[in-house]
């Protein structure tokens, strides 16, 4: 499993770097680089969802979706807590965004290509549950984080996300059994199709705008990614080991939360007017070590299984 993840990690590299030399050959600029991203946010990963939810209904499948949904909810609990402990606020110090970079991962664009590798539409399927709690958290608690203002109207918006929609939608067809008609689902299918090439190119565009010889010399980068990839996804091993669960929805709740950090980290910062250079040097940094962080994590995991 672990070489599947290496092997995945190297294909979403080499997309990656397209989409570095897309933007450095202009061929796509920045202001068109957040109108696709903003496609694969809003249509490419809602349809890949949907469509992972056209399946034969098994009560198995939906005791465990069920299941990752309280992984879920217990893992960005241990994650906002451990933040919250491991980084101080002082003065000078972006903590606000350090602590959001240490919670939230890029289990969109990261999460459901290596999933999909992995174990198919199954695990993104499982993985669902994980995003819908993201989606919840991050324009909760990330949103007053990074802004420092508290919105009831931010808690409504939470459900208006296409990916919410995608999700409740895909409930109800797979528990009602309700199944998309073959000439629209496979249209739909060319769509979730395109979902990681995209989703990479989109995130080496994003890179791209970073200035990595500065960004090697601030040592508090480091320290962010070496939480994020590092120590929160091996104190969720030592969590999740204590329950007997099935195997694709303990590393599926793994890799999400073991992802690098989530891109929306920057866009939230340039909303709110934040360091959002510094946002994005977290993301570049993260995305980069997690090509050889993500092996690793899943190679213990998979050690600690044996024992069990």
Known sequence: MALTIFKQTMIMLILILIGVLCAKTRIISKETNKQLS?????VVNPVLILMSFQTEYRPELAKNLLITFGLSILS???????????????????????????????????????INALFGMEGVFYLTAFIAVFNFAV??????????????????K?????????????????????????????????????????AMIVSGITMS?????????????????LLKLIVLPLILIGVLSLFNIDEIVR????IAASAPPAAMCTLLSIKYEK???????????????SIGTLPIIVKIAEKISEFM
Request: glycine share 8%.
């Open 38 to 42: 903003g496609f694969v946010l809003q």
């Open 76 to 114: 960005f609990l241990i994650m906002i807590g451990a933040s919250w402990l491991l980084i101080r606020s002082r003065e000078g110090r972006d903590t606000a965004i350090e602590r959001f970079a240490s919670t939230y991962s890029n289990c969109g664009f990261m999460g459901i290509p290596l």
């Open 139 to 156: 324009w909760t608690h990330g949103v007053i984080l990074i802004s420092g203002q508290k919105s009831l109207k931010q808690v409504v």
């Open 158 to 198: 939470v459900f208006y996300s296409p990916t919410i929609i995608a999700i409740v939608l895909g409930i109800v067809m797979f528990f009602a059994q309700i199944r998309i008609p073959s000439v629209p689902a496979q249209a739909l299918q060319f769509i979730a199709d395109i979902n990681t090439p995209m």
């Open 209 to 225: 705008q970073t200035n990595v010889l500065k960004l090697i010399k601030k040592p508090g980068i480091y320290y962010i990614s």
């Open 251 to 254: 590393v599926t709740v793994l």
């Open 275 to 289: 360091n959002s250079l510094y946002a994005s040097e977290i993301f570049t940094a993260g995305t980069i070590l």
